[in-house]
């Protein structure tokens, strides 16, 4: 069983895409980030609930995972 | 180019930001490809700026994520009406012509081209969108270093092409018009 993580409250994921980078503003820390396609996909299915714990505990997602928690878009659940 | 994936967080759940189909973000979330990706680039928010935009025209169309190397921008701009209200740059002189800086065509020789620099700071009927005003306060914040992002050749550029075509096109495919072009100029200062 993986860990659970989910959005820090209060993000809106407010952002822009390109064809394969996403702008996305932090509500929190009011910094703007510039993330892959991918990293913004794994955000908004966490907030959809679109991605299982078990999912998450891909080994190849701990440093996205890692980066994103340091940026106080997500927590463990 | 970017395409604009949600406006702002008005609809759906409250709060969040539902996007419209298509476009890299609406993809269904795979582990494929994110060991190689993730975050690349964090703009951070600077407490207590004033200053909207801290970039070049066309610099501005990218959202601000602009590199710079060396030392970072200087980006302390000033309004029109401080300038109207404080000294001036060294070697700035409010009893020239504005056109000494700008140069005037035909159609503006006189009402631009008869103006001083320091009465172009006032609203002028014929400065439609305040166009002049906001030119005279970024030459002289360029001048006085408080816009090092901006220089005068710049400003020039974007007066004669307004003044030829009466429009401004900070990169192919984009025409700032002379509201467009002064909410730039604005979004400059304080």
């Not at chain 1, 913004?40 to 966490?46: F, I, N, P």
């Not at chain 2, 300038?83 to 740059?89: G, I, V």
Request: one cysteine or more; aromatic letters at 8%.
């Amino acid at each position: 069983m993986g860990l659970c993580w989910r959005l820090v409250p209060g993000q809106a994921l407010r952002h822009r895409g390109w064809d394969t980078d996403c702008v996305l503003y932090n509500d929190l820390s009011g910094d703007t980030h510039l993330l892959s396609g991918e990293a913004m996909a794994l955000l908004l299915a966490l907030r959809d609930g679109d991605v299982t714990a078990d999912e998450l505990a891909a080994p190849e997602l701990a440093d996205l995972l890692a980066s994103l928690r340091g940026l106080d878009l997500i927590e463990p659940c | 180019m970017a395409t604009e994936q949600q406006p702002d967080a008005t609809a759906g759940q409250p709060g969040t930001a539902d996007l419209p189909p298509g476009g890299a973000a609406r993809r269904r979330f795979t582990r494929a490809g994110v060991a190689a990706s993730g975050v690349l680039l964090t703009l951070h928010s600077q407490p207590g700026m004033a200053v909207e935009v801290c970039t070049t025209p066309s610099g501005s169309l990218s959202g601000g994520l602009q590199s710079f190397r060396g030392p970072p921008p200087v980006c302390a701009g000033r309004s029109p009406g401080y300038w109207k209200t404080h000294s001036w740059p060294s070697g700035c002189n409010k009893a020239q012509l504005y056109a000494k800086i700008f140069a005037c065509n035909a159609v503006t020789a006189r009402t631009y081209g008869s103006c001083t620099q320091g009465g172009i700071l006032d609203p002028q009927k014929f400065d439609t969108n305040g166009i002049g005003r906001h030119l005279m306060a970024c030459y002289l914040n360029v001048k006085a270093g408080l816009s090092t992002f901006q220089d005068v050749p710049m400003l020039q550029r974007i007066w004669n092409e307004y003044q030829s075509k009466g429009f401004y096109a900070p990169t192919a495919g984009v025409k700032w018009d002379g509201a467009k072009i002064v909410e730039y100029l604005r979004g400059t200062m304080y």
